[in-house]
T-cell receptor, first 114, second 115 residues
Framework: SAVISQKPSRDICQRGTSLTIQCQVDSQVTMMFWYRQQPGQSLTLIATANQGSEATYESGFVIDKFPISRPNLTFSTLTVSNMSPEDSSIYLC???????????FGSGTRLTVV | AQSVTQLDSQVPVFEEAPVELRCNYSSSVSVYLFWYVQYPNQGLQLLLKYLSGSTLVKGINGFEAEFNKSQTSFHLRKPSVHISDTAEYFCAVRHYGGATNKLIFGTGTLLAVQP
């Protein structure tokens, strides 16, 4: 299965600032997914990132708040913009390795906004 | 639309006892089903998955799950739990053949194993 490196693993940020989270995969994948896990909650899909096209956002998530880049088949970034304390969550990237059906997740970025 | 229901938010159980974590899904089409485990302060790890074929699926750490199409369920079981099994368990579903391949998660069940 694929190995995902996600950075940073955690951060504490001031409100009003932005944080960019990186996700690097050790193999080429068509789709990458970004999830949010709010404290004590389940995972909610933010967007699907395809290489060479704009990300597809789920209801309740917008590009201005969560811009995503996908410059190649092994890398993606998620930016959390103009942060508020409500953005404090764990953010995870996920991929489906080619020829597989099981999703692999990164270890997550634990974000605290103060 | 797909949805996943995990009725039990928390399941307390004594060590070496059997456990069942319940998962029901709703979908108008065929689905793939998954169970993930999240240990404290860690990411998600795939326990097992059902794609097709045998309805009884065996996973890691002694867990197994049974797909029941008529009851739209995918309950997770383990015959004897250990303290180290204490974690959050998530059931998830994906639409078979869907263009986006997105994974929809249930709300999770905290398995609390007591000595």
């Amino acid at each position: 299965s694929a190995v995902i490196s996600q950075k940073p693993s955690r951060d504490i940020c001031q409100r009003g600032t932005s944080l960019t989270i990186q996700c690097q995969v050790d193999s080429q994948v068509t789709m990458m997914f970004w999830y949010r896990q709010q404290p004590g909650q389940s995972l909610t899909l933010i967007a699907t990132a395809n290489q060479g096209s704009e990300a597809t956002y789920e209801s309740g998530f917008v590009i201005d708040k969560f811009p995503i880049s996908r410059p190649n088949l092994t890398f993606s970034t998620l930016t959390v913009s103009n942060m508020s304390p409500e953005d404090s969550s764990i953010y995870l990237c996920s991929v489906v390795p080619e020829g597989d059906y099981g999703y692999t997740f990164g270890s997550g970025t634990r974000l605290t906004v103060v | 639309a797909q949805s996943v229901t995990q009725l039990d938010s928390q399941v307390p159980v004594f060590e070496e006892a059997p456990v069942e974590l319940r998962c029901n899904y709703s979908s108008s089409v065929s689905v793939y089903l998954f169970w993930y485990v999240q240990y404290p302060n860690q990411g998600l790890q795939l326990l097992l998955k059902y794609l097709s074929g045998s309805t009884l699926v065996k996973g890691i750490n002694g867990f197994e799950a049974e797909f029941n199409k008529s009851q739209t369920s995918f309950h997770l079981r383990k015959p004897s739990v250990h303290i180290s099994d204490t974690a959050e368990y998530f059931c998830a579903v994906r639409h078979y053949g869907g263009a986006t391949n997105k994974l929809i998660f249930g709300t999770g069940t905290l398995l609390a194993v007591q000595p």
